[in-house]
Structure formats: C-alpha cells, structure tokens
C-alpha cells in the first residue's frame, strides 16, 4: 500500500519535475558567522538589547588560574572572597592588600555570610562534592566551629541570614535529570534544619529581598531562577512559589541583592553578571573584559559595595593565561549592609 503511494507521487511528480526535492536553491545563503557567533561565548538574543556595564579589572588575585567563590563585604569595607582551590577565605582591604582570613583542612569553601554577631559562616565542600558543612569563625578567623556538620549529609554551597539570626542555605546535590538538593533553613539557634525548597538539581547561589519576604534561589543543573515569597522563615506563602527565569547556557551562581531589591546573578561559564529587578525581569547586564576571546568566563560570584553602586565580581580564566582576579563596574544601587552591621 505504502510502496503503491510512493510510485504515484513520483508519477506525478514526472520525471523532470524537482520541486518536492530538497536541493538547495542558486544564490541562498548558508550559515555565515557574524559579530555575535564569533563570539566565544555569545550573549542570547534575548538578552542582547539589555543596558550593559563592562568591568574594569580591579585587583589581580594570581596569575594562576585559581577558582574564586563567595564574594562578601564586611562593616569595615573589607572584599572578602574564598580562593576555593587553595581552600582559604581571604580578604582585600579598600587599598587592596590581600591577607588570609581561614585556611580550612580537608574542605573547600564556597560561599561566606556575616551573622549578626560579627562571625562569618562560611559553606564549604569536599573536593570531591561527596560531602560539605557549614563552620564559622571570628571576624579574624580565630575560634573555628561547626554549625552543621559533614554527617548532617549536605552538600552547603551558599547561605544567606535573616533578620531572626536563623539562615538558608543552598544544598549542592543532584543532576539535571535527578534533582536531589534544595534550599533549607537553620534555626537561629542552630538547632533544627527545614526543607524550604526541595527537589533542585544542584542548588546554587540564595539571597534574600531586602524586606526578608522574598527568597531567591538558582538551580545550577537546570538554568533556573526561583522566586519565592515567604509566609514565614519555612513555609511558602499561598501562589508563591515561581521560576521567575529560565537562563540559557551555563549557568547561574551565586547572587546578591542591591538596596533597591534588584538581584544580581553571577553567570558561571560566560563571564557576565546577569542583573533583574524585584520582580524577576532582566533589566541589565555586566560584562567581564576578554570574554569574547573566551577569557575570565568562570565568573561565579559577585558583592555590591554597601556605601556606593560598585559591583565587585569574582572570576578566573582557566588555563587560559590570564589568572584569577576581582573585576569592578557601577551598578544600579548600593549593595545592602552586612548583617553584623543592621
């Protein structure tokens, strides 16, 4: 029947007859590169009309390429990051000398918050993502403790406080196809932990809105953004849940918010940091230099100075020369206080 059919298209198509053939017609162009695909790493078409800010390079942290994480300022104006392959929190003073704060034994950290006693909590993981635990030290790195520990079984990537003295955190399991993390919160007294925001493929950067009432959060595994409003620290308030954005390529990191309640989301594998507002609509971009030769793309995380609209972002270039460094450019607001400080 289907062999039947196919001989009388054919004969009616005739035999000189090529116009259900797909052959390519004179003069129609192929694929040409332009100035976008030559990129290295192109911006979406989506995204391309967005206003943009082009980093300047601020400090050069090495000349290797070390992996940078955990961006953070403190109430003294100090930029405090972690060099994750070194496994130690350092810290950069206005006039850019670099000392380190904690060298951490067998755990890398990834991501750093000030509680509102003056310790910094820092989130940290194995280097083999098998294990992780959050710890925390005084403002010198003195009295190294633990908060939740390894055989809690988490995999702590990020963490951000509330106004309560309690804090959630970012748990780094999963895959794109077996989300296995999610976001929790620790008690202010650090006795309970409580599934927020389960079933993430490997959760990623959090933050907070300036009121408390909205909670962010990034799926690494999955490219997506989550927009939360909170009834309470735990529970989510009645049609609060949403995926207010859905990225392309890799991937979002970590995140912070501006005084205005905009978010900023550090785009890991495409050195750019991706700003929205309030609402989850994109409205900005920075872009770090050498990016479209493929430089400086492992831009993981991000601080906005709290005194003035400057975002400081984190990144390295891989084995591609140009190291690890701090690159800065004017934003749309301050960035909020540290919690010591509130």
């Known amino acids: 029947m289907i062999r039947t059919f196919i001989a009388a298209c054919l004969l009616?198509?005739?035999?000189?007859?090529?116009?259900a053939a797909p052959a390519q017609q004179a003069g129609v162009a192929g694929l040409a590169y332009?100035?976008?695909s030559r990129s290295a790493m192109p911006i979406p078409p989506s995204e391309r009309a967005l206003r943009a800010a082009v980093a300047e390079p601020w400090f050069k942290v090495s000349d290797e390429g070390l992996i940078l994480e955990g961006a953070i300022f403190d109430h003294s104006g100090n930029l405090l990051f972690c060099d994750v392959t070194g496994g130690r929190v350092v810290r950069l003073s206005p006039d850019r000398q670099l000392s380190t704060v904690v060298t951490l034994d067998g755990l890398s950290p990834g991501g750093l918050a000030f509680h509102k006693?003056?310790?910094l909590f820092i989130a940290a993981l194995s280097g083999t993502f098998d294990s992780g635990a959050i710890l925390a030290v005084d403002a010198d790195g003195s009295g190294l403790r633990t908060i939740v520990p390894p055989e809690a079984g988490y995999l702590p990537n990020d963490l951000v406080f509330d106004a309560q003295?309690?804090?959630?955190?970012?748990?780094?399991?999963?895959?794109?196809?077996e989300p296995e993390g999610g976001v929790y919160y620790v008690s202010a007294d650090f006795s309970t932990i409580t599934s927020v925001l389960p079933k993430l493929a490997m959760a990623n950067g959090v933050a907070l809105s300036p009121d408390g009432k909205s909670l962010w959060a990034t799926e690494f595994g999955r490219?997506?953004?989550h927009r939360i409003h909170l009834a309470d620290a735990t529970t989510i308030a009645p049609i609060g849940s949403a995926i207010a954005y859905r990225f392309v390529g890799p991937a979002p990191d970590s995140m912070r918010v501006d005084a205005d309640g905009n978010l900023y989301v550090a785009i890991y594998g495409q050195g750019?940091?991706?700003?929205?507002?309030?609402?989850?609509?994109?409205?900005g971009q920075v872009l770090l230099p050498g990016r479209d030769d493929g430089h400086n793309l492992a831009s993981t995380s991000l601080a906005i100075d709290p005194e003035r609209n400057d975002l400081y972002a984190v990144s390295n270039d891989g084995d591609g020369g140009q190291g690890a460094a701090v690159f800065c450019a004017k934003v749309f607001s301050k960035g909020l206080p540290p919690a010591s400080s509130r």
């Open 34 to 36: 332009d100035e976008h």
């Open 117 to 119: 006693d003056g310790r």
């Open 223 to 225: 490219n997506l953004l």
């Open 165 to 177: 003295g309690g804090f959630y955190f970012t748990d780094f399991k999963g895959t794109a196809t």
């Open 272 to 283: 750019r940091v991706l700003a929205f507002n309030r609402n989850g609509i994109p409205i």
């Open 12 to 19: 009616a198509a005739g035999p000189g007859d090529t116009s």
